[in-house]
């Protein structure tokens, strides 16, 4: 295979890897700061020991995001570098706050790590958690920013000779995919960290360790879930709204949307012919207007529209539907959920209600490896849309073979470790015993 080729398939198995890091990185604090608030604050032990148990998960993962992201930016320098040498100097200001953001975050969570029980005020410790929150949703604002970019680039002139001139850094952070690309970004990671640890609680319930602590810990992250779930929906809405005005190829090859109309239907499922002609697909009349203008009668522009050879590849449209299924179903199970609570039903003593909760974990890791992968595919042919193409921005050197099996080494060795350590760092440990431990009577 060429070097772009192999580029492109480093980068994507790097990316696909750190996400999954990144995320807990995210999302967990949000839900280590919820239990321990509400545990000062209700006096309940229990919501305080999820906090302490979660954060010692949470450190493992934040050990391996940071290498997994060191090697991003080292990717950006060997695989790409025709791109940073184009636009080095308009992103250079996002990574660097990027950096900064985790250590800021690093910092804090040192001190909220060493300084538990060392406050006459319980609640002294927990505001040492709000920094840390800050410090790493700012990280994926920062990072995101670059790739919002990367789609709607900005802040910069183009030169007689075809490059960059005139740099505005915070204009480039600003771009117009900036405010729905930071939106989807933090609520996709907040509801799939609360069902990540929804899904831990109930597998331990369907064991049957029926545990207070367990029962407390699915209520409180399927609440948060539930909610997340509905706010990442409202963001994948204006998201939508932002591609039919900015991106409409990238919004259409989501749809299969050949001809530019009104009234324009959704489609679900389904495949192409050797004419392009959709069959066995579900059309919901309208949607695809009301998704991308907000109105049944919004005109949305067709692929037939634009240059064939700038149109993304077809099969994002199945990333996009299980995207989209994959939340829906997320939405359900938190609905049912509550609404079983709310009529004192006992979720927790129901396995099928248990079950759909556990699987809920790692569907939505899946939801954000194919809301990431449809970003980045249907951007293509684009590194930079409309300047510059992948195959002008790849490295021309042959050594990216080796750098491939080297790196797909690393993760899978740091994938097994870390693995590994969490499982052995939980396994056996009841949290009953562990609050006895303490001299917690409850």
Known sequence: MDPATLSRILTAETLAFHIIWATIGVGVPIFISLAEGWGIYKKDNHY????????????????????????????????????????????????????????????????????????????????????????????????????????????????????????????????????????????????????????????????????????????????????????????????????????????????????????????????????????????????????????????IKGLNEFPKDELPPLYVHYLFDGMVAIGSYLILIGAIFLFLWWRKKNPWEKPWVLRGIVWAAPLSFIAIELGWMYAEIARQPWIIRGFMKVTKAATTAEHVGVLLVIFTLLYASLAVIAVSVLIRMFKGKNPEKELEERGIIL
């Open 48 to 299: 305080i020991l999820m906090a302490r148990r979660w954060t010692r998960g949470f450190v493992i993962t934040v050990a391996v995001g940071v290498v997994t992201g060191t090697c991003i930016g080292l990717m950006l320098s060997l695989l790409w570098p025709r791109f940073m040498q184009l636009v080095g100097n308009l992103i250079s200001l996002p990574l660097f706050l990027e950096t900064f953001a985790f250590f800021f975050e690093a910092i804090f969570l040192g001190i909220y790590l060493y300084t538990w029980d060392r406050f006459k005020k319980p609640i002294i410790h927990w505001l040492t958690s709000i920094p840390i929150i800050i410090g790493s949703s700012l990280s994926a604002v920062f990072i995101t920013t670059v790739n919002a970019f990367m789609n709607t680039p900005a802040g910069f002139e183009v030169g007689k000779d075809g490059g960059f001139t005139n740099f505005q850094p915070l204009e480039a952070m600003l771009n117009p995919a900036t405010p729905t690309k930071v939106a989807h970004v933090l609520s996709s990671a907040y509801v799939t960290c609360a069902f990540l640890l929804a899904g831990i609680a109930a597998w331990h319930l369907l064991k049957g360790k029926r545990s207070l602590y367990f029962k407390k810990a699915l209520k409180l992250t399927m609440i948060g879930g539930f909610i997340l779930a509905l706010l990442t929906a409202l963001a994948g809405d204006l998201s939508g709204k932002f591609l039919a005005e900015h991106q409409p190829e990238k919004l259409a090859a989501a749809e299969w949307h050949f001809e530019t109309q009104k009234k324009a239907p959704l489609i679900l499922g389904g495949w192409l012919d050797e004419n392009n002609e959709v069959k066995g697909a579900i059309e919901i009349p309208y949607a695809l207007s009301i998704l991308g203008k907000g109105t049944p009668n919004g005109e």
